[in-house]
């Protein structure tokens, strides 16, 4: 028994061994592939400054009565204005609040300087421009009748 384990030791390694791959012989002859490299990039064609009236003349973020906070809606347009000036901090924006005749004139001028400093808290994360915050108050009334197109924020390019 013990030299049928033998054998079947020997039989195992032998038939484990590595076989010896012969190296083939290649009758193809060797093509020599040139690479291009370019010897100068592409200039980048860069746009011409826009002017900054062109950009944005005049847009304004509507509040709620006695509020200054920024409404859904109203995101959408300082969304627009971040996504035009993301690229150009060279513009310096002017946020002017203001507010409608309704209630007393230093309350309406700290409401107005509210609202620029809402719009201005939203802007300033997303922009690298330099941002100028005033207040009209009541003083620079756009509508007597439809009240509430004074409650605003005047965004404006310098």
């Given amino acids: 028994m013990k030299s049928v384990g033998l ?24 093509v020599k592939k040139s690479i291009v490299i370019p010897t100068k990039p592409e200039p980048v064609k860069e746009l011409p400054p826009i002017p900054n009236s062109v950009i944005i003349v005049n847009q304004v973020v509507h509040f709620d009565f006695d509020r200054a906070v920024i409404s859904f809606d109203q995101r959408a347009v300082l969304d627009a204005i971040v996504e035009t000036l993301q690229d150009r901090p060279d513009i310096a924006l ?11 004139w230093g309350y309406n001028k700290g409401l107005g300087l509210r609202r620029g400093n809402a719009v201005y808290n939203y802007l300033n994360p997303l922009l690298h421009n330099e941002i100028i915050v005033t207040s009209v108050g009541e003083d620079n009334i756009i509508s007597s009748t439809d009240l509430w197109k004074n409650r605003r924020c005047e965004i404006k390019t310098e």
Avoid: M, N, R
């Avoid at 054998?7 to 060797?30: G, H, N, R, W």
């Fill in 94 to 104: 002017t946020l002017t609040g203001g507010c409608c005749p309704i209630g007393e």
């Fill in 7 to 30: 054998l079947l030791c020997v039989c195992v390694l032998f038939s484990c061994a590595k076989k010896i791959i012969k190296p083939q012989i290649i009758t193809e002859p060797y």
